[in-house]
C-alpha cells in the first residue's frame, strides 16, 4: 500500500498531466482528491496557507480555461511545497 506521501506525489503528476491533456472535468475530479490527500497530510501551517493561495490561482486559471497555466502553478508552485515537508 503506498503511503499518503506516495500518493500525493502520484496524484499531483495525475493532474498535471490531465490538465495539460485538456481534459477538464477528469482534472477537477483529481484536483479535488489532491486536495482531500492534502488535508490529511502534515504540512506547516506556513506551507499549506501557500498551497492554498495558489490553488486559488490555479482554480482562476481553470475558470479562465488556461489548463496549461493552471498546470505550471500545481507543477511548479503547489508540489515543491508539498514534497519539501
Sequence with gaps: MATLEESISTKTRSVISTLRLGYEG???NQLASLVDLLVQAKISNEN???ITNLLKVSHQALSNRDYLFAAD???YE???RIICQ
Design 26 to 28: 477528469e482534472a477537477g
Design 48 to 50: 499549506m496557507t501557500q
Design 78 to 80: 503547489i508540489y515543491p
Design 73 to 75: 502553478i500545481i507543477e
